[in-house]
């Protein structure tokens, strides 16, 4: 929502937070710009965007998290995405957020596989990325500099639902 605007702007405005996210807008505008793009859902992929992450006990606004479509090596990934204001870091938020991200990109998406591309430095994404279940693939590099490729595919339907699908 674009009443979200001021809080994003705010996250945007710690160094610390914005460190490892190279693109991260630069000034108010490219914030608005940002949200106005994303509150339908990504423009060439509605399904995927970034979407504010409301803390339940207090009902704010603490970050903004999600799936983001990116081109790797030729390739079409999902990326998950995760950023969390830094007043809420280490109290297992930021995996909070990724893993119903991650469930939501293979149970209602149906995607079969998602990724996180993080700068080496990034100790702390890289925990949260471990702990979702994803392992690391590869380095690599684009025009925001070198990252580490993380990755998961979709696990396997499990016995039971798979005789559930194939019954007549
Ligand atoms: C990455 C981020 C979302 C993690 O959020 P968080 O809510 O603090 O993460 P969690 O509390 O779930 O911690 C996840 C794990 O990382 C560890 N961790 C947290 N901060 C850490 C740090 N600075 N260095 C090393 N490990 C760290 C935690 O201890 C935890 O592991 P444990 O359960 O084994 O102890 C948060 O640091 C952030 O928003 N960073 C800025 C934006 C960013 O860099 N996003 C990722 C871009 S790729």
């Known amino acids: 929502m674009l009443d979200d605007l001021d809080d994003l702007f705010a996250l945007y405005c710690d160094p610390d937070v914005r460190k ?84 939501y990109g293979f149970e209602k998406l149906n995607l079969h596989r998602l990724i996180c591309l993080i700068e080496r430095e990034n100790l702390a994404s890289i925990n949260v990325a471990k702990k979702i279940g994803m392992t690391f693939e590869k380095e690599g590099k684009d025009e925001t500099g070198p990252f580490l490729l993380y990755s998961i595919n979709k696990p396997p339907v499990p016995m039971a639902n798979q005789r559930e699908i194939s019954r007549p």
Request: proline fraction near 6%; charge should be negative.
């Open 20 to 103: 490892y996210i190279p693109d991260a807008p630069r000034n108010f505008e490219e914030t608005r710009e940002e949200l106005e793009w994303h509150m339908n859902g990504h423009p060439k992929y509605p399904e995927l965007g970034l979407w504010a992450t409301i803390h339940k006990e207090t009902n704010m606004f603490i970050g903004r998290c999600g799936l983001l479509p990116s081109m790797i090596d030729g390739q079409n990934e999902v990326e998950v995405a995760y950023l969390i204001s830094k007043a809420f870091w280490g109290q297992g938020l930021g995996t909070e957020a990724a893993q119903a991200i991650l469930k």
